[in-house]
């Protein structure tokens, strides 16, 4: 397959929705609290393509995927209880979701990579990233890509597991 990750397009946003919506319903039937709160919405994918912060996975021309991508952007991780594992510049990575025609594929996992690269092509080496504790799969992606829990931060009242992966090799 030929994976592309590349910066959405207003056009797109209909078609993201679509993945987010499907992706609102898995965290709802997995029983997860994650997402069942009217966030994120079409408005905020709006915003995410007018700053150039939102993202899409292709499979070839198909948009699989979508998510944030951030540099330096989030508030509520400067309230973090814990401590980060680096204070300089990151990469934040909200909103991600897969197609379900594409779900049970390793896309989550193949976007945080490709987030990664976007981190470090912009000479960014730390990526900091939050779920809800009940978000089982994505807390075994960032097990399985070597991210470190750091500790929790709170978003619209509740609270999340915040994590970190420092890109420079010690």
């Known amino acids: 397959m030929n994976y592309n990750f590349r910066k959405a397009t207003f056009g797109e946003i209909p078609k ?3 993945i987010i919506q499907q992706a609102i319903l898995r965290r709802k039937n997995d ?5 069942q709160d009217g966030y994120p919405n079409e408005s905020v994918l709006q915003s995410d393509v ?3 912060t939102g993202y899409v996975l ?13 540099f330096n ?11 980060w ?6 990469v934040v990575v909200h909103r991600l979701a897969v197609a379900d025609s594409h779900a049970g594929k390793g896309l ?6 490709f987030i990664e690269d976007v981190g470090k092509l912009n000479n960014i080496f730390s990526v ?17 890509l070597g991210y470190i829990y750091c500790g929790e931060v709170t978003f619209r009242g509740g609270t999340r597991k915040a994590f970190e992966k420092n890109l420079i090799k010690i």
């Open 85 to 90: 594992l680096t204070d300089g510049d990151f």
């Open 31 to 35: 029983g997860s609290r994650q997402w």
């Open 128 to 144: 900091k990233v939050d779920t809800n504790f009940d978000n089982l799969p994505m807390l075994r992606i960032f097990e399985k």
């Open 16 to 18: 993201i929705w679509s």
């Open 73 to 83: 952007d989030e508030p509520a991780y400067h309230e973090l209880k814990g401590k």
């Open 58 to 70: 292709t499979e070839d021309e198909l948009i699989v995927g979508y998510a944030a991508v951030l």
């Open 108 to 113: 989550a996992q193949k976007m945080m990579l």
């Open 50 to 52: 007018e700053k150039g």
